[in-house]
Structure formats: structure tokens, C-alpha cells
Nanobody
């Protein structure tokens, strides 16, 4: 059974930092791109960042570029999101997802985690 389990969410002050993790299990993820998405209350799920299997290619949403860094440790099947200079607008449930090819659209991701809540206070 494939599982993606996010952790590391919580409450942070504006300007602060959090580091999210996503542990993947249940199958090999060789060649899979892994992404972070987020969904704020009353809004659609949106792309945040993606990292290819080789690690050679990373893409970020404009809203987080320069503040967030996505990384992965393939030996541990784990995806990370380092979030710095947090803003109240970053408040959302953060999800990790995996796709067999490079993708940034929610509809084409094969696997999803259940999410972890990030709340940023002003």
C-alpha cells in the first residue's frame, strides 16, 4: 500500500521558518517527481514546488520563490520543504504528491498524502 505521510506543520510567526517532511513508502519511487501543494480555506489546491527524481530540476510557484526550498533524500524516500520568511498568506494545509513524470498540476498526480497544517500568525 502506497503511503505519503507529511509532518512538520504547526504554528509559526510571520518571518519565521518551518520544515516539512514527506515520507513515502509502499513502492519504488525511482523516476518519480515529487511535489508540494497547498490549500488554504476556501481556495483551490495550488502548486508550491516540485523536485525531479535526479534532483537536477526544481520548480517553484512565484509566490514562494526565494523563500521556500524543496529537496529530497532518495535513500530515505523522503521529500522536504524548507519554508523561510513565512507570511500569513502561507497558511494552508500542505500536501505532498508523486507523479511518474514531471508535473505541477494536481489532477495528474498519482499519489497524495493527507496533508499537514501550517498556520502563520502576523
Amino acid at each position: 500500500q502506497v503511503q505519503l505521510v507529511e509532518s512538520g506543520g504547526g504554528l509559526a510567526q510571520a518571518g519565521g521558518s518551518l520544515r516539512l517532511s514527506c515520507a513515502a513508502s509502499g513502492r519504488t519511487f525511482v523516476g518519480y517527481t515529487m511535489d508540494w501543494f497547498r490549500q488554504a480555506p476556501g481556495k483551490e489546491r495550488e502548486f508550491v514546488a516540485a523536485k525531479t527524481w535526479s534532483g537536477s530540476h526544481a520548480v517553484y510557484a512565484d509566490s514562494v520563490k526565494g523563500r521556500f526550498t524543496v529537496s529530497r533524500d532518495n535513500t530515505k524516500n523522503t521529500l522536504y520543504l524548507q519554508m523561510n520568511s513565512l507570511e500569513p498568506e502561507d497558511t494552508a494545509v500542505y500536501y505532498c504528491a508523486a507523479a511518474p513524470r514531471f508535473a505541477t498540476t494536481p489532477g495528474v498526480m498519482d499519489y497524495w498524502g493527507k496533508g499537514t497544517l501550517v498556520t502563520v500568525s502576523s
